[in-house]
């Protein structure tokens, strides 16, 4: 809806920086692909939301495309349904259009680019809720360097979380 217009804006902007790149975000609603979508043909750029609407053979055509370096560059997908056993070395640039429960899911999606044969570095950006920002105060989107980061960020999370709850009782 509008109330999210400006979130839609900054993804696709972010996305748009990284025009030239393969790039991976992860959704976790259609209609956020949907957005998505939208934002980024503004833009002048490509993007495929691959939810389950899109037929399994097309599907796999395009993340084959993808996967070997072509197009299109941008892919929209859900972690429920692509988090696990793609090979995506192609990817350098994944976004979160939301921080996840899940540090599994969330370690897949992060692991169908940032695996054994990339040489090159991954750039992973994730949205940061105001509890975040408490662990880190950098903005609203964070470049996480490197998957060593990822895991002190979320084990800063939960020590903060759990403080949090502790003096709420």
């Not at 902007?13 to 959704?27: F, G, K, P, S």
């Not at 994944?94 to 899940?102: A, G």
């Amino acid at each position: 809806g509008e109330i999210f217009e400006p979130r839609w804006r900054k993804f696709a902007d972010l996305v748009a920086e990284h025009r030239t790149e393969q790039v991976i975000v992860w959704v976790t609603f259609d209609y956020e692909g949907d957005q998505l979508v939208t934002q980024l043909a503004e833009r002048g750029i490509e993007a495929v939301h691959l939810s389950g609407k899109v037929p399994v053979p097309k599907r796999r055509k395009i993340i084959e495309s993808f996967a070997e370096g072509g197009a299109p560059n941008v892919l929209i997908l859900k972690p429920a349904m692509f988090a696990m056993g793609l090979n995506m070395q192609a990817c350098t640039v994944q976004v979160f259009s939301s921080v996840h429960d899940s540090f599994e899911r969330f370690f897949q999606c992060i692991r169908r680019s940032w695996r054994f044969g990339q040489d090159r570095p991954v750039r992973i950006f994730v949205p940061l809720t105001q509890l975040d920002q408490a662990i880190n105060d950098r903005g609203v989107l964070v470049d996480l360097e490197s998957i060593e980061h990822v895991r002190v960020l979320i084990a800063e999370y939960k020590a903060q979380l759990a403080a949090q709850c502790r003096e709420m009782t």
